[in-house]
C-alpha cells in the first residue's frame, strides 16, 4: 500500500513519483531527482508530437524520442532502488508520530 507511487513510473511519470516521495519524506535529493525527469518529460512533450511548439527535424525527434525513452527507463529501476530507502524513512516517521501519541496519552493520564 505505500508503493502505489511507483506506479506512475509505468507509465512514464516517474517526476510524479519522487515528487510524491521527496515531498512525504522531506528528502531534497529526490526532489532534484524529480526535477530532472520532469525536464525530459518536458522535452518530448514540447517536441516530438508534428504540432508541437518547437519544431525538429525527423532525425532530431529520433534522438529525443530515445533520451525520453531511455529516461523513463531509468526513472523506473530508480524507484525500484529507492523503494526500500522510502519505505524504511516512512516507517521512522510513523514510529516517531506513535512514540509522540503514546508520550502525550501518558501525559495527559497522569496530569489529572
Not at 532534484?32 to 514540447?46: Q, S, T
Request: proline share 2%; with cysteine; glycine share 6%.
Amino acid at each position: 500500500m505505500h508503493s502505489l507511487w511507483i506506479l506512475w513510473s509505468f507509465f512514464g511519470f516517474g517526476f510524479i513519483s519522487f515528487a510524491i516521495i521527496s515531498n512525504k519524506l522531506k528528502n531534497k535529493v529526490w526532489a532534484c531527482f524529480a526535477l530532472i525527469y520532469a525536464a525530459i518529460f518536458a522535452v518530448g512533450v514540447l517536441t516530438v508530437p508534428d504540432d508541437a511548439p518547437i519544431y525538429l527535424s525527423y532525425d532530431s525527434k529520433n534522438v529525443v524520442l530515445a533520451i525520453v525513452g531511455v529516461g523513463w527507463v531509468v526513472s523506473l529501476i530508480h524507484c525500484f532502488l529507492v523503494r526500500k530507502e522510502y519505505l524504511i524513512g516512512l516507517d521512522a516517521i510513523d514510529s516517531d508520530e506513535h512514540r509522540q501519541e503514546e508520550a502525550e496519552r501518558i501525559r495527559k493520564k497522569y496530569q489529572n
